[in-house]
C-alpha cells in the first residue's frame, strides 16, 4: 500500500517508502495485522531493522530465505533479480498493489 488508508485487518500489508529510492523502487515496511501500525518485531528472517526503527522487507535476506526454503531442490540460478531452480526459467519475486501507481499509468 501508499497510504495508510488502505490497510486492511488481518492482512500481510507492506507500506511503500519513497525514502530517496530511484524512481518505480520503493523501500518495503512491515505493518502489523490487526492495527494500521508498523510493525516493531523482527520475526522474519527476511527482515531488518533500520537506524530509525522501521522493520523492512531485505531483498538479499529474502533471496537467501528462498534458496534456503529450496536448497534440496538443488542450486539456484541468479540473473540479476531472479532466481530460479528451474532450467531455462527466470523468476522475479514480487508483491502485487492495491492501487494503481500514478508513475505507471502511462504504461497501461
Known amino acids: 500500500m501508499i497510504i495508510w488508508g488502505d490497510w486492511k485487518a488481518g492482512m500481510r500489508i ?3 517508502l519513497n525514502d530517496n529510492t530511484p524512481p518505480q523502487q520503493y523501500l518495503l515496511q512491515f505493518c502489523r495485522q490487526d492495527t494500521p501500525e508498523p510493525e516493531t518485531s ?3 528472517n527476511a527482515f531488518v531493522r533500520k537506524d530509525s526503527g522501521q522493520i523492512l522487507v ?3 535476506r529474502w533471496k537467501q530465505d528462498i534458496e534456503y526454503r529450496y536448497k ?3 542450486e539456484a540460478t541468479k ?3 531472479s532466481d530460479s531452480f528451474l532450467a531455462n526459467w ?3 519475486q ?3 498493489v492495491c492501487n494503481p ?3 505507471i499509468q502511462h504504461w497501461i
Open 94 to 96: 514480487a508483491f502485487p
Open 101 to 103: 501507481l500514478p508513475e
Open 58 to 60: 531485505s531483498a538479499k
Open 90 to 92: 527466470d523468476i522475479v
Open 72 to 74: 534440496h531442490v538443488g
Open 79 to 81: 540473473n540479476g533479480p
Open 14 to 16: 507492506l507500506l511503500m
Open 42 to 44: 523482527m520475526y522474519e
